[in-house]
């Protein structure tokens, strides 16, 4: 990255606008400064470096920003010629503000990535968002995968775009899977803990999380009614069952723990189900390396979560450096 990329960048940085959009859907909002999470990073010299947060503009989130953060192994300016892979991060639904900060509840994977010399990027999405374009509401899969890949391109951080993986818990497990079948052999890895696999299966499940996040009357603008025709087309759209053929060329790591909860166990029998239709379709076919883990208590908490993406870290490197 030269010094007038970095200058850019540091200024960028510093100029930041706060989210003045309030609309139904998954809305964004920036938090303060000071907020007890952490401070806004404004970095004098962004070449030295790691950890950025960023409040990225966005057209498709509303004409607002959202809020990214992007954690490198080393400074800049010590990035190979091409850039270092890198793992897009997915949340799940929350209350919070800060989903990016989320993940330092995952033991390790900082340190990890630092050591693997990939990149984490962080972004937020909606408190139930679900990686979509809403049918009325945000553009979430537009922002993820084309906003954001444009801004970072732009501003120059390191990153070889060609190298991408995808990671994700609850929603965000869900996203990674989504966001890949959507987009066929786009990311070289895809890690869902605990995912939503099978929405229409158990559509009552996302109905409610949009439901209890927003309003009864967000329920539908996601996808639309899954009880009519043309609802139940859109959903099949999103749903990583009936998009399994896209996941093909990836290593694949599926989790969901046993006798975990009522929550779990529903995306535990998703997640078996998806596992079924990919050995069916055979993964050797598919180029699917595929990793599923459902035999092991767990609940629907990030203590499981971190120890598998822990336990998948490894065949997410691997699958990247190829």
Same mark, same amino acid.
């Given at each position: 990255?030269? $010094?007038?990329?970095?200058?850019?960048?540091?200024?960028?940085?510093?100029?930041?606008?706060?989210?003045?959009?309030?609309?139904?859907? @998954?809305?964004?909002? /920036?938090?303060?400064?000071?907020?007890?999470?952490?401070?806004?990073?404004?970095?004098?010299?962004?070449?030295?470096?790691?950890?950025?947060?960023?409040?990225?503009?966005?057209?498709?989130?509303?004409?607002?920003?959202?809020?990214?953060?992007?954690?490198?192994?080393?400074?800049?300016?010590?990035? @190979?010629?091409?850039?270092?892979?890198?793992?897009?991060?997915?949340?799940?639904?929350?209350?919070?503000?800060?989903?990016?900060?989320?993940?330092?509840?995952?033991?390790?994977?900082?340190?990890?990535?630092?050591?693997?010399?990939?990149?984490?990027?962080?972004?937020?999405?909606?408190?139930?968002? #679900?990686?979509?374009?809403?049918?009325?509401?945000?553009?979430?899969?537009?922002?993820?995968?084309?906003?954001?890949?444009?801004?970072?391109?732009?501003?120059?951080?390191?990153?070889?775009?060609?190298?991408?993986?995808? /990671?994700? #818990?609850?929603?965000?497990?869900?996203?990674?899977?989504?966001?890949?079948?959507?987009?066929?052999? $786009?990311?070289?890895?895809?890690?869902?803990?605990?995912?939503?696999?099978? @929405?229409?299966?158990?559509?009552?499940?996302?109905?409610?999380?949009?439901?209890?996040? #927003?309003?009864?009357? /967000?329920?539908?603008?996601?996808?639309?009614?899954?009880?009519?025709?043309?609802?139940?087309?859109?959903?099949?759209?999103?749903?990583?069952?009936?998009?399994?053929?896209?996941?093909?060329?990836?290593?694949?790591?599926?989790?969901?723990?046993?006798?975990?909860?009522?929550?779990?166990?529903?995306?535990?029998?998703?997640?078996?189900?998806?596992?079924? $239709?990919?050995?069916?379709?055979?993964?050797?076919?598919?180029?699917?390396?595929?990793?599923?883990?459902?035999?092991?208590?767990?609940?629907?908490?990030?203590?499981?979560?971190?120890?598998?993406?822990?336990? /998948?870290?490894?065949?997410?490197?691997?699958?990247?450096?190829?």
């Amino acid at each position: 990255m030269g $010094r007038k990329r970095l200058h850019a960048l540091a200024a960028l940085l510093i100029t930041v606008a706060l989210v003045s959009s309030a609309t139904p859907g @998954p809305a964004v909002a /920036a938090p303060k400064p000071t907020e007890s999470l952490g401070a806004v990073v404004r970095p004098q010299v962004a070449g030295d470096q790691r950890d950025f947060d960023l409040a990225v503009p966005s057209t498709a989130a509303g004409g607002s920003v959202v809020w990214v953060r992007v954690l490198l192994p080393a400074p800049a300016s010590q990035a @190979p010629s091409g850039g270092w892979p890198v793992v897009f991060l997915l949340h799940g639904t929350t209350d919070s503000t800060a989903e990016r900060y989320v993940w330092r509840k995952f033991a390790g994977l900082f340190d990890a990535a630092a050591s693997s010399g990939v990149v984490l990027v962080m972004p937020e999405g909606g408190k139930a968002g #679900y990686y979509s374009d809403w049918n009325s509401g945000s553009k979430w899969e537009t922002f993820h995968l084309g906003e954001l890949p444009r801004y970072l391109k732009a501003n120059g951080f390191p990153i070889d775009f060609n190298r991408k993986a995808l /990671a994700g #818990y609850s929603m965000g497990g869900f996203g990674a899977l989504s966001y890949a079948a959507r987009h066929p052999e $786009r990311f070289k890895a895809v890690v869902a803990l605990s995912p939503v696999a099978n @929405p229409l299966r158990n559509p009552s499940l996302v109905l409610n999380d949009l439901r209890d996040v #927003y309003s009864s009357s /967000a329920r539908y603008r996601l996808w639309g009614n899954p009880k009519t025709k043309t609802g139940a087309k859109n959903w099949k759209k999103h749903d990583p069952y009936y998009l399994a053929k896209g996941l093909r060329g990836t290593y694949l790591y599926l989790y969901a723990g046993k006798n975990g909860g009522s929550v779990e166990s529903t995306l535990r029998a998703q997640t078996i189900k998806l596992a079924k $239709r990919l050995k069916s379709l055979g993964t050797a076919k598919l180029r699917i390396t595929l990793r599923t883990h459902t035999a092991s208590y767990g609940t629907h908490s990030y203590k499981y979560w971190s120890a598998q993406l822990k336990n /998948a870290w490894p065949g997410v490197v691997a699958a990247l450096k190829k």
